[in-house]
Each structure stands twice: as structure tokens, then as C-alpha cells.
């Protein structure tokens, strides 16, 4: 392809992602919303959070692994317990990827 | 995964749906970063412990440190999409305009990967709107609290929403502090260490072969387990977590690998609406 389409292609991604992220932000900010919507979006942080974790941290390749092999599910038992021990986000961080540095030395 | 005692002000991020008269004094006054300009409610106001105290993780109020674990994991992801990207036949602009313009780490390394199979430009274009859509729902989700955005401060900030910054910013907002400036420059940091670590990548490309650096792959799923450890501030939404987490996984081996996210979500957040009844009820 080359390298004015590719360009073209750009633009046309940056649109569809670009006006889902901003169209909620002014169409809903200004607004009363009905109290069961704003409950409603109360639950999207944690759903999304989670929706996106937990196949990041049960899967690989798509495929559920829970062996061994599958450091980023063992290493998200002790990230999880340092995490609500210390509520930081830094700390957490740190211990994950230090967990699985560990686990890939052996 | 449920105790919520450290966080010093803890409510919804869509309770300030009742303030009232007091915000819209604060309403016309001009946007000035030294000060707080958000409080949700008048309990708020009340309870509001100090500009250094009102966020969930304690100390962690400057926008350096609270973008730091996002840093972390964007340079080498950037990293390798650079390298990836130069591999996929970009020219060096077009890979770096990709991380300026689109600004979507998955959505990008799909892209690459698209791009390097020699698929059409609208069908590329097509898998990154079904794969960014989520963001629709976090820009839902984060709208509440930014009512006294200007327009177009709206649209820079929800320009560089992604993933991550919304992970952040989800857990600031429900804490109380969603200052406009922070939140800013909370998303430029986190874009700059995306364009950066691309551009990195983009030059090594001819170096490299290998693109996981030991651990570091792992900075942003344990990001992800420390916000969603945070933003489980009551027992609903640690139910709401759990089924949503699972419904994910279950849409994923049923071979829903492209809408698995989104659809979970939706299901998580009306299964949460509808527990309220029936758990206090119970």
C-alpha cells in the first residue's frame, strides 16, 4: 500500500475512534441525567475495567490457561493482594512486573 | 477486594446529578489551576479535606505520579508497535502519525498487523471503530463530572482518552478530584511516552528482533488489577466486576473476539442496576 493510502486509512481511523470518545463527554456532561442512567454509568468503570482484565490475565492466544505457564494469572494473586493492602497504583505496578520478571528467571 | 477504608471521600462519580445552586457560582468563575474546581455535591464541599487529600490513593495527587504507571507501560508497548509499524512497510511519518492521530494502543498493533497483510483501507478502518467503540461508554461514563469543561477542553481531553487514561481518570473522578489541569496533563503525559516510545521503536526497528523487555509487558494489566481494586468501592460494583470480568471470558471462548468487551460491559452495568433491588432487598 502506499503511502498516501496509508494516510487516507489514518484519517479515517482517527475519525471512528476519535468521535466515540468525544461525543458522550459534550452531548452528556451539560445534561440532568435520568437517575437510573446515571446509576447505569456508575457500573461502567468497574465492568469495563474488569471485562478487559480478566481475558488479559485467564488467556492466551485466546485460550483459557491456568497452568503455570500462565505467569500473568499467578502473578495477579499476589499484584491483587498488594493492591487492596495498599490501595497504591504505583506499589501495585512495581510488584507486578517484578513478579513477573521473577517468574520468568525460572 | 472490598474494604474501602482508605479512601477519604467516597461516593458515586454521578451523585453530583443533585448539586445545585452552590456550583453555579463556581460555574462563572475562570479556569484557574492552582485551585480545585470540581466538588460534586454540597456534601462534598463540606467533607472536603484538602486539595492534597481528596484523591483515592493518598499522596498521589501529582498528574507526574498518577501517569507514571501508564508511562511505564506505554514506552515499551509504543515501543514495539514502532517496531512493528517499520515492519509493516509504514513510512517513518505515517507510523508516527498513526500514535499522534489515533492514539489506540490495541487498536493500532491490530492495524499494523492489517496493514502488513495487505488488507483494504476500509476494512482496517472498520476493525478499529468496532475495536475502539468501548471508548464510547468510558467517555459516557467519565461525562458527569466534567460539567464545567468548556467544549473544546472536552474535546482535547476525550481525544487522548484511551484504556488507561480512563482507567486513571475513573478512579481520580470517583475519588473527587477531577481538577481540569491534572486531568490534562495527566492524558499529554501519557500521549507523549505513547509518540515516544513509537518513535523509539520506529528507529530501532533495523535493531531489533525481540519486543518484550522482561516485566514490563506486565505494567499495565497490574495497573489495571490496582484500579479496579480502587474503583471497587461498594459491594455491588465488586458483583458487577466479577460478572463482567466472567461474561468477558465466556463471550471470548465462544469466539466473540471483537465485541467480548463492549457487550460484557453493557451486561455488567444493567446487571448492576438491576441487582440494586433485589441485594438490598435481600
Given at each position: 500500500m502506499d503511502q498516501k493510502l496509508i494516510f487516507m486509512t489514518l484519517v479515517g481511523m482517527t475519525l471512528v475512534t476519535a468521535i466515540p470518545r468525544i461525543l458522550p463527554l459534550v452531548a452528556l456532561s451539560s445534561r440532568n441525567l435520568p437517575p437510573l442512567l446515571g446509576r447505569w454509568l456508575g457500573y461502567i468503570p468497574a465492568a469495563v475495567l474488569s471485562a478487559m482484565l480478566l481475558p488479559a490475565l485467564l488467556t492466551q492466544d485466546d485460550r483459557i490457561r491456568l497452568d503455570?505457564?500462565?505467569?500473568?494469572?499467578?502473578?495477579?494473586?499476589p499484584t491483587l493482594i498488594v493492591a487492596w493492602r495498599t490501595r497504591s497504583i504505583f506499589g501495585t505496578v512495581i510488584t507486578g512486573m517484578m513478579m513477573v520478571a521473577l517468574g520468568r528467571l525460572y | 477486594m472490598v474494604t474501602q477504608s482508605a479512601l477519604p471521600t467516597r461516593h458515586r462519580m454521578n451523585d453530583h446529578s443533585t448539586k445545585?445552586?452552590?456550583?453555579s457560582e463556581l460555574e462563572q468563575k475562570p479556569l484557574n489551576c492552582d485551585r480545585s474546581l470540581t466538588a460534586f455535591t454540597r456534601d462534598d464541599i463540606e467533607k472536603d479535606p484538602g486539595p492534597d487529600k481528596h484523591n483515592a490513593h493518598g499522596t498521589e495527587?501529582?498528574?507526574?505520579?498518577?501517569?507514571?504507571?501508564?508511562?511505564?507501560?506505554y514506552l515499551p508497548i509504543g515501543f514495539a508497535y514502532g517496531v512493528l509499524a517499520d515492519k509493516a512497510g509504514l513510512s517513518l511519518v505515517n507510523a508516527l502519525l498513526m500514535s499522534v492521530i489515533v492514539f489506540a494502543g490495541s487498536a493500532q498493533l491490530i492495524a499494523v498487523g492489517l496493514f502488513a497483510s495487505g488488507a483494504a483501507p476500509m476494512s482496517i478502518i472498520a476493525t478499529t471503530?468496532?475495536?475502539?467503540?468501548?471508548?464510547?461508554?468510558?467517555?459516557a461514563a467519565l461525562a458527569p463530572a466534567m460539567r464545567r469543561w468548556r467544549?473544546?477542553?472536552?474535546?482535547?481531553?476525550?481525544?487522548?482518552?484511551?484504556?488507561?487514561?480512563f482507567a486513571v481518570h475513573s478512579a481520580r473522578f470517583a475519588a473527587g478530584d477531577s481538577k481540569k489541569c491534572v486531568s490534562l496533563q495527566i492524558n499529554l503525559l501519557a500521549h507523549a511516552s505513547w509518540v515516544g516510545g513509537s518513535l523509539l521503536g520506529i528507529i530501532a526497528s533495523e535493531l531489533i528482533s525481540d519486543v518484550r523487555p522482561v516485566g514490563l509487558d506486565y505494567a499495565l494489566p497490574a495497573m489495571f488489577i490496582a484500579l479496579l481494586v480502587l474503583q471497587c468501592t461498594r459491594p455491588g460494583?465488586?458483583?458487577?466486576?466479577?460478572?463482567?470480568?466472567?461474561?468477558?471470558?465466556?463471550?471470548?471462548?465462544?469466539?466473540?473476539?471483537?465485541?467480548?468487551?463492549?457487550?460484557?460491559?453493557?451486561?455488567?452495568?444493567?446487571?448492576?442496576?438491576?441487582?440494586?433491588?433485589t441485594w438490598t432487598r435481600n
Open positions: 503455570f505457564d500462565n505467569l500473568f494469572f499467578w502473578c495477579a494473586i | 445545585t445552586d452552590e456550583l495527587s501529582g498528574a507526574l505520579k498518577q501517569a507514571s504507571p501508564i508511562i511505564i507501560g471503530f468496532v475495536v475502539n467503540l468501548r471508548h464510547l461508554l468510558m467517555s467544549k473544546r477542553e472536552m474535546t482535547l481531553f476525550g481525544f487522548e482518552l484511551t484504556d488507561e487514561t460494583l465488586v458483583r458487577v466486576a466479577i460478572f463482567s470480568g466472567i461474561v468477558s471470558v465466556a463471550l471470548q471462548q465462544l469466539g466473540v473476539t471483537d465485541w467480548n468487551v463492549i457487550l460484557a460491559t453493557l451486561l455488567g452495568a444493567t446487571f448492576g442496576v438491576m441487582g440494586e433491588k
